[in-house]
């Protein structure tokens, strides 16, 4: 599993810096503008499937290198002549280090989360989704939260010339499993994204998170960050590259500091 994700990493990589090097043709531009504010819309009426690789620094007692690679299809769906129900689902493969001195690294399936956003076909300024997100206990032993969890969800964005601009929040509870502990947890993301000629564009979407059942002083991670993304194709299918850095100005005990971040969205526009 880790040299998987090491050779994932790597091929990420070796790619990004191809493509920020590789000429973008004028008669490109367009097309490749108009590709990168789709990719950076979650409600966009378009079929993808990002491979998102994050590699935790100085995670767990221990302080060693954790890895979650998130497969995150989204598939829109026709509700009816007003409305898109967008879903997308997170299905992370996870390698992480061991949590005591006398423990080995595990690595498998974690926890799947899927969510769906109902959003209306035309908008004005601000294009929005209102939905629900589940939480699916997946995960193999020590990567799961053994819960079945349900909550609600909304995103929202708005594009300002070359400036994208928007947030997601969801907050899940458990509503049954055989897990120790209940879950109470909110993630929100806000995301600012900036657009250059070509495809081009530098971004940040920092994943915040709040266990509402932590102990006080240990609900909140926050990182911050700033990442380097562009559209290129791959043969005649466009991909969205990216790579971004966070740290973690605000963590519980024994969270990762930084979070290397690497993707690759295959896009499959109408």
């Excluded at 909140?220 to 100005?249: E, M, R």
């Excluded at 690759?264 to 526009?269: G, T």
Aim: proline share 7%.
């Amino acid at each position: 599993m880790n040299r998987e994700v090491d050779r994932f990493c790597k091929a990420v990589m070796a790619v990004l810096v191809f493509v920020t090097l590789a000429p973008v043709s004028k008669a490109d531009e367009a097309s490749t503008a108009d590709l990168a504010k789709a990719a950076q819309n979650p409600l966009a009426s378009m079929i993808s499937l990002p491979f998102q690789n994050n590699t935790n620094t100085n995670f767990g007692p221990e302080e060693k290198t954790q890895n979650v690679l998130n497969i995150q299809p989204v598939w829109p769906i026709e509700w009816n002549d007003s409305w898109n129900l967008i879903t997308r689902t997170i299905v992370p493969v996870i390698s992480q280090p061991a949590l005591t001195a006398g423990g080995s690294r595990e690595s498998g399936l974690g926890d799947i989360s899927f969510s769906g956003w109902f959003s209306p076909k035309q908008s004005k300024k601000w294009i929005w989704g209102l939905g629900a997100v589940a939480l699916l206990p997946t995960g193999a032993d020590n990567l799961t939260q053994d819960k079945w969890g349900l909550g609600p969800t909304a995103v929202a964005l708005t594009f300002n010339g070359p400036w994208v601009y928007g947030g997601l929040i969801n907050n899940i509870w458990s509503v049954s499993g055989s897990g120790p502990n209940d879950v109470n947890s909110m993630t929100l993301q806000p995301f600012l994204n900036y657009n250059l000629p070509g495809g081009r564009y530098f971004a940040s979407s920092p994943l915040i998170t709040a266990n509402w059942e932590a102990d006080s002083g240990e609900q909140w991670t926050v990182p911050l960050g700033l990442g380097y993304g562009q559209i290129f194709k791959l043969g005649k299918a466009p991909v969205n590259g990216q790579i971004s850095l966070y740290h973690n100005i605000e963590a519980p005990t024994n969270a990762a500091d930084w979070q290397l971040r690497l993707q690759l969205q295959f896009m499959f526009p109408k």
